[in-house]
């Protein structure tokens, strides 16, 4: 037990770290892709033409801010299928518009935001905020993507004080353009934005021709609770998700399935860009890998007839006030291990046979696992699993980590899940499983 406890903590240390090199999507990717380099992975750029080798480590990206991984088998025998986690890399945050400041405020100096994806925005406000994302460059002809990081305490949306509106306490429609506009520093400062930007970037102004920014939250990740049981952080909705499977994957010892580990952006706003989980991304790495390894088309379907996904995205726990907003009996907890997602529209692409593949693995694995689904009168939302499914057909299964304060600035999970989900993932990757004619799954 005492063993157990220290692999959590360090686990969840991890994960922290982890957070804190990622404020963006796009520092998530390179946070992964620094990872896999470590571990040996190779780039292979789309682009270019894939001669793949047995036992080889390799990697894609996409958009700068989705990141897909694979390992090629050593043996010589014919790969049956593919075994794959999903995760993604963006969280709900305010994204900064192409022309930056707000004009016309004697006073301050602000710029000039949008939303994206669904968040909470009252958690947005009187806390230390700054910008990370990158930017498009030219030089010499080329335009050329640098990550930006202004790593210091830059910005902050102030909230209208309680005597200028009494009903904030009761309820209040939050105007985007209006309320949430963060103040970057007096009027009339020398110097602007772009003048950050260039400097942050370390190139001239005039060289800046496109960005994609966003705010992030500034406040540390951090361990909390009587016994110290529980983390808060920025973003863990989903890189508590994309840490978790990937130390799993870089376990991973491929048998007879092509182990693959993926991280996409957009999934908060639909996964419908070309790096989405409802792109071409997943199929495109997949059919390549499969010709790769000498098959046609129809060696490719058998293989996608023989894999198997684990979306993998952050659950609701119970809430301790609203205990009536679960469902009556499949309530999730902090620290309660894997929780396997269902849904009757299939939202969640979990089905009777594949959460009982997941259970199994989890008994094989050592860790506990629990069940969500939504009240039946509280509609849920919907994750990447069954996008991803409309280009790669493939049974599936839904599952994450319970959590507080989803899609807030700053949210709440379990110190111990993320090392129940490495020891599911380990186990996932180092396991064939394989479907007879009868839909039965053999796990070996």
């Not at 951090?222 to 376990?251: H, N």
Request: charged residues 25%; glycine residues 8%; aromatic residues 10%.
């Amino acid at each position: 037990m005492e063993k157990e406890l220290l692999n959590c903590r360090e686990a969840a240390l991890g994960l922290l770290e982890f957070i804190s090199e990622s404020p963006s999507p796009f520092h998530a990717a390179a946070s992964i892709e620094k990872r896999l380099r470590q571990a040996g992975f190779v780039l292979l750029p789309e682009y270019e033409r894939w001669n793949l080798e047995r036992g080889g480590k390799y990697y894609v990206m996409r958009g700068g801010s989705s990141i897909a991984a694979f390992l090629i088998p050593e043996m010589e025998e014919e790969i049956r299928g593919f075994q794959m986690i999903c995760s993604h890399t963006d969280s709900p945050a305010f994204k900064i518009k192409e022309s930056f400041e707000l004009k016309g405020d004697p006073y301050y100096r602000k710029l000039n935001v949008e939303k994206y994806g669904g968040m909470i925005c009252s958690s947005w406000f009187d806390r230390p905020l700054s910008v990370a994302g990158r930017v498009m460059v030219s030089q010499e002809g080329r335009i050329v993507p640098k990550l930006v990081h202004i790593d210091r305490n830059l910005l902050m949306i102030p909230n209208l004080a309680i005597h200028m509106n009494r009903e904030i306490n009761d309820g209040f429609r939050y105007q985007i353009q209006q309320d949430l506009c963060p103040v970057l520093g007096e009027a009339g400062e020398k110097g602007g934005f772009l003048e950050l930007l260039a400097e942050a970037a370390q190139v001239p102004e005039e060289e800046i021709l496109g960005t994609d920014l966003y705010l992030y939250n500034r406040q540390k990740g951090t361990f909390w609770g009587q016994e110290q049981e529980f983390i808060a952080s920025p973003r863990l909705d989903d890189l508590q998700c994309v840490y978790g499977s990937l130390m799993g994957f870089l376990k991973a010892v491929p048998g007879r399935h092509v182990p693959v580990f993926c991280a996409f952006n957009n999934e908060e706003t639909g996964s419908l860009s070309r790096q989405g989980a409802a792109s071409t991304f997943l199929q495109d790495l997949l059919k390549r890998i499969s010709r790769s390894l000498g098959g046609d088309e129809e060696d490719y379907i058998r293989r996608v007839a023989n894999s198997f996904m684990l979306s993998a995205d952050n659950a609701h726990a119970v809430h301790p006030n609203h205990p009536e907003k679960a469902d009556p009996v499949n309530r999730p907890v902090m620290n309660g291990g894997i929780v396997i997602k269902y849904q009757a529209e299939q939202k969640y692409t979990t089905d009777a046979r594949s959460g009982a593949v997941v259970k199994l693995l989890c008994r094989k694995a050592g860790v506990p696992w629990q069940v969500y689904t939504n009240h039946s009168n509280q509609p849920g939302g919907s994750t990447l699993g069954n996008l991803s499914n409309m280009q790669v057909s493939q049974s599936s299964a839904d599952i994450g980590l319970a959590q507080l304060a989803m899609h807030s600035a700053y949210e709440m999970a379990g110190a111990e899940d993320v090392y129940y989900l490495q020891r599911l993932a380990e186990v996932f990757y180092n396991t064939d499983l394989n479907t007879e004619e009868d839909e039965s799954v053999i796990l070996a």
